[in-house]
Nanobody, 118 residues
C-alpha cells in the first residue's frame, strides 16, 4: 500500500528556514502528483504547494515567494524548502499523493510539526 513519511519539521525562529521531506513507497511515484498541506491549531487543513507528475507547480498565495516545492523521482521523494518563516506558518505539515486522473489527494502521511517562534 502507499506509504508517505514526512520528516524535517522542528522549531525555528521567525525568518529562519526549514526543509521538509516526504519519502513515498508503494506507488509508481512518477505517475503521482504530490502536495503539501498544513493544519494549524483550531483551523482547517489548507493547501500549501503541489507538484504534478509532469513537474507543474502551484503554491498558495500565503507561501508564494518563500516556499519551494521539488521532487526527485529517482528517490521517490518530494521536498518543501521553507524560507522566511513566519509565526503564522506554525502548523502540522502533511504530504499527500494523487494518482493521474484522480480528482483528490487520497494518500496522506502522518504529518510533521513546524513551529515558528516570533
Amino acid at each position: 500500500q502507499v506509504q508517505l513519511v514526512e520528516s524535517g519539521g522542528g522549531l525555528v525562529q521567525a525568518g529562519g528556514s526549514l526543509r521538509l521531506s516526504c519519502a513515498a513507497s508503494g506507488l509508481t511515484f512518477s505517475r503521482y502528483a504530490m502536495g503539501w498541506f498544513r493544519q494549524a491549531p483550531g483551523k482547517e487543513r489548507e493547501f500549501v504547494a503541489a507538484i504534478g507528475w509532469s513537474g507543474s507547480i502551484s503554491y498558495s498565495d500565503s507561501v508564494k515567494g518563500r516556499f519551494t516545492i521539488s521532487r526527485d523521482n529517482a528517490k521517490n521523494s518530494v521536498l518543501l524548502q521553507m524560507n522566511g518563516l513566519k509565526a503564522e506558518d506554525t502548523a502540522i505539515y502533511y504530504c499527500a499523493s494523487k494518482a493521474i486522473g484522480r480528482p483528490k489527494y487520497d494518500n496522506w502521511g502522518q504529518g510533521t510539526q513546524v513551529t515558528v517562534s516570533s
